[in-house]
């Protein structure tokens, strides 16, 4: 999903649906947390800002507790500074 909304490699991540991103953590609990159904992501290429709406993917998977939850997908591996990595 991030490929296909013009997301590429090496786009940095800044905001997901207008908050903030601080910490690699925060990008996948960003992510589930959004009710939309296109999630707003922000990311720095080559210094400028750019947005791009993004569908998930949804799926079932398991929290913590081993509970059954749906999860959401944009298809980005993460490096340490927020890099996108396409898979």
């Known amino acids: 999903p991030a490929y296909v909304a013009g997301i590429k490699?090496?786009?940095?991540i800044s905001s997901?649906?207008?908050?903030?991103?601080?910490s690699i953590m925060e990008v996948s609990t960003f992510i589930n947390a959004s009710t939309?159904?296109?999630?707003?992501?922000?990311?720095?290429?080559?210094?400028?800002?750019?947005?791009?709406?993004?569908?998930?993917?949804l799926f079932k998977g398991k929290d913590t507790l081993g509970n059954t939850v749906n999860k959401k997908i944009i298809g980005i591996k993460i490096s340490l500074v927020l890099l996108i990595n396409l898979h």
């Open 9 to 12: 490699n090496g786009d940095i």
């Open 16 to 22: 997901i649906d207008n908050n903030k991103v601080n």
């Open 36 to 57: 939309n159904d296109q999630i707003d992501i922000q990311v720095l290429r080559n210094e400028e800002a750019l947005t791009f709406s993004v569908k998930p993917k």
